[in-house]
């Protein structure tokens, strides 16, 4: 906790200066940070300062913070460490702040709201929603598919619970919404219930910490479809599961549907309660597995449709092949190229896609790279030798290869064209131009070499 005080102090120092610092900030310590609640405590010495604090700094400790503790958002809250009555200034502070169910008088139930899901259109953003219209069928999810969608026909009836479990990128939280979405199309009255697993916890221990089981308890089992999403990170939480437990066989005694998500298959769940594993597979247990590269292209297509882009397949079927089995990068790199092409008034060509994710994956995967390396994998590839590399041949088919080490040399390390040159048999930096422009020519032409290109660049990175 003490380097994490310490970098902030480095960093809002270059903010707001030293002499602020200095004044508000050298005797407050960090206290203690709540990873479930995502709150974080400082400690201030006096009333003074920390009513000063929580005026002009509360939002600049609250975005440091959460950068330092790794979190896209958390609370910030200050307490006077001087105040005797300080246990109970802790708890009053977070009783104001804290969600907690039923607080406040109302017991109303949180209605189910369809999630949406942020993609970029030209200029401009759209939404579309997890539904099943937007859900693209493939051998790899059908089964999940048609049991949710059997599950919005008759709630409670025919697969109960649904268990829905597969990796993650795979569609889990688009099923679960969109089978909430349907059912409350079909039936407004009803009450639909998504939460996630961690989001069910932290409400659980808020509950308990505020003597609000009951109201806890109540919200549940008000809910006519329960969507649990990621259910395996209840494991380990004993108490939870005990609580979720109860709701659960009352859900399920009144007939009420409940559909997980999980990304283990319920018997390789571990630290879940044996009688608690047992009901996750009382009904129906079906798997969501990698998409195959036709159903990438299919989701490709779906998803540049609703940004209303038009896509070559060519560049579609570039995409899914860089992308191995996570939709949700695939959609990702999807929308960085969009984005790209936008940003610079640009078509989207393959060359484009090529530079685009090239260059994320070089990024997320810095690596030294050197001229051996890259001369092991193309001649591999190429079936020919260092020498004939080197060599003063001008064949064709040396020439090209040649050219492709080349190309592949200027991009994937720092070295100069001299070095290039030099390393390739003593040539001049002018051929290893020449090289450059053939290749990149190639490749416009030649959507297949782009795509092979790419391939070995990513073998040489490995
Ligand atoms: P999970 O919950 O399994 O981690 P998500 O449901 O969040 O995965 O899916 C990740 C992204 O991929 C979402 O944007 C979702 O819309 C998209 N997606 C996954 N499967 C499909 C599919 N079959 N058709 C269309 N989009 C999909
Ligand atoms: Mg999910």
Sequence with gaps: ?????????????????????????????????????????????????????????????????????????????????????????????????????????????????????????????????????????????????????????????????????????????????????????????AVVLYQTTDRFVSEFINAIRFNKVHQFEAKYQSADVLLIDDVQFISNKGQTQEAFFHIFNLLYDAHKQIVFSSDTFPQDMDGIAERLRSRFAWGLVTD?????????????KKKAELCSEVVDDAVMYFIAEQVTSNIRELEGALVRIIAFATLTQQAITLELAYKVLLRTSLKSAPRVVDFEGIVKVINKQYNCSLKDLCSKSRNKHITFIRHVAMYCMKHLTDKSLRDIGTFLGGRDHTSVVYALEKIERHMKENAHFGVELRRIENEILK
């Design 288 to 300: 969501m597995y990698a998409p195959s590269l036709e159903t990438k292209v299919a989701i490709l």
């Design 1 to 189: 906790m003490s380097i994490i005080w310490g970098e902030f102090l480095t960093i809002i120092r270059e903010e707001v200066g030293s002499r602020v610092v200095d004044t508000w900030f050298k005797a407050v310590s960090l206290g203690k940070w709540d990873m479930i609640l995502k709150e974080v405590y400082l400690e201030a010495p006096n009333a003074f300062v920390k009513d000063w604090l929580n005026k002009n700094y509360l939002a600049l400790c609250q975005t440091h913070l959460a950068r330092l503790l790794k979190v896209t958002s958390l609370k910030v809250i200050i307490i006077d460490v001087s105040d005797t009555k300080n246990d109970n200034s802790v708890k009053n502070n977070v009783l104001e702040s804290v969600e907690c169910p039923g607080q406040a008088g109302t017991q109303e139930v949180v209605l189910y709201k369809p999630a949406k899901v942020a993609t970029i259109k030209r200029g401009n953003y759209t939404n579309t929603g997890y539904s099943f219209e937007n859900f693209v069928v493939a051998p790899s999810n059908s089964l999940a598919y048609a049991a949710a969608q059997a599950v919005t026909e008759k709630p409670g009836c025919l697969y109960n619970p649904l268990f829905i479990y597969g990796n993650s990128g795979l569609g889990k939280t688009h099923l679960l919404h969109a089978i909430g979405g349907s059912i409350k199309n079909k039936d407004k009255k």
